[in-house]
Antibody
Framework: EVRLVQSATEVRKPGESLRISCQTS????????IGWVRQLPGKGLEWVGI????????RYSPPFQGRVTISADRSANTAYLHWDTLNPSDSGIYYC????????????????WGKGTPVTVSS | DVQMTQSPSSLSASVGDRVTFTCRAS??????LHWYQQKPGGAPRLLIF???SLQSGVSSRFTATGSGTDFTLTIASLQPEDFGTYYC????????FGQGTRLDIK
């Protein structure tokens, strides 16, 4: 069974750094894109970006480019989402999701999801 | 950016009803369109990928069609467990989601 287990709720102050994690099992980690989707309270879904663990290739959505770093540890079968400097606008629930690729390059969709990590950034 | 617009924003239906959701893309996305269901407090769940392919384990009462800019998701006979919010997502150019359609059971 494919499982994505996410790290626990985080509360941070503006300006702090943060890394959240997504530990995977049940499939070959190296061979699937894995990434992050944000959901603001009561709102819709926003795609953050992804990493391909096999070669550490990454893709980011423009609003998140430069604000976050997505990485993968192949020895731990774990993906990460990192902020150097948090802002209150970074608050939300962050879901990790395994990505599959459709008929053409970069035609991503998400077949398995973690339960989400709530992040609150507030002074 | 490809904008995705879902309609209606919410709807209420009875068990046994046939329910249809609509998703429209701001430009041609071929069949790079996928549908998800999200229940309150839960993670999204993939229902349909590539416009019309049923994800493994999903009930066959869910069907979807469309290509280009207009897409539909249909529930043939609504069941109590089908409540939640339904999202479409395109992956022809980047990845973007629609704003969702909330489905309540009468």
């Amino acid at each position: 069974e494919v499982r994505l287990v996410q790290s626990a709720t985080e509360v941070r102050k503006p300006g702090e750094s943060l890394r959240i994690s997504c530990q995977t099992s049940g499939y070959t980690f190296d061979y699937y894109w894995i990434g992050w989707v944000r959901q603001l309270p009561g709102k819709g879904l926003e795609w953050v970006g992804i990493v391909y663990p096999g070669d550490s290739d990454t893709r980011y959505s423009p609003p998140f480019q430069g604000r976050v770093t997505i990485s993968a540890d192949r020895s731990a079968n774990t993906a990460y989402l990192h902020w150097d400097t948090l802002n209150p606008s970074d608050s939300g629930i962050y879901y990790c999701a395994r990505h599959l690729v459709g008929p053409h390059r970069d035609a991503f969709y998400m077949d398995v999801w973690g339960k989400g990590t709530p992040v609150t950034v507030s002074s | 950016d490809v904008q995705m617009t879902q309609s209606p924003s919410s709807l209420s239906a009875s068990v046994g009803d046939r329910v249809t959701f609509t998703c429209r893309a701001s430009q041609n996305i071929a069949t790079s369109l996928h549908w998800y269901q999200q229940k309150p407090g839960g993670a999204p769940r993939l229902l349909i990928f590539s416009a019309s392919s049923l994800q493994s384990g999903v009930s066959s009462r869910f069907t979807a069609t469309g290509s280009g800019t207009d897409f539909t998701l249909t529930i043939a006979s609504l069941q109590p467990e089908d409540f939640g919010t339904y999202y479409c997502q395109q992956s022809q150019s980047g990845v973007t989601f629609g704003q969702g359609t909330r489905l309540d059971i009468k």
